[in-house]
Nanobody, 111 residues
Framework: QVQLVESGGGLVQAGGFLRLSCAAF????????MNWYRQAPGKERELVAD???????NYADLVKGRFTISRDNGKNTVVLQMNSLKPEDTGVYYC?????WGPGTQVTVSS
């Protein structure tokens, strides 16, 4: 069972930036696809971005041009660089790898 640990959340003003990291432990192999999801208060969890082990990326329309996902296959880590943050980006951000989920990290963007 892969264990995921997120870090880098916090409070930032609108227009600011945050960098989220996720480290995967317990996998003997390179993880194929790693994802970032988020869940805003009162809303369902939604996909933010994902990246395959070959570097192919996919973004939700709401974050295209502002967020960048990247990964280090050797370390099984994935990073989400979030720029030009908006209050509607507020939520708990979760890292996912296959059927494993991290505990989440809170991102709060003030207006």
């Amino acid at each position: 069972q892969v264990q995921l640990v997120e870090s880098g959340g916090g409070l930032v003003q609108a227009g600011g930036f945050l960098r989220l990291s996720c480290a995967a432990f317990g996998s003997r192999f390179t993880i194929n696809t790693m994802n970032w999801y988020r869940q805003a208060p009162g809303k369902e969890r939604e996909l933010v971005a994902d990246i395959t082990c070959s570097g192919y990326t996919n973004y939700a329309d709401l974050v295209k041009g502002r967020f960048t996902i990247s990964r280090d296959n050797g370390k099984n880590t994935v990073v989400l660089q979030m720029n030009s943050l908006k209050p509607e980006d507020t939520g708990v951000y979760y890292c996912r790898a296959g059927r494993s989920w991290g505990p989440g990290t809170q991102v709060t963007v003030s207006s």
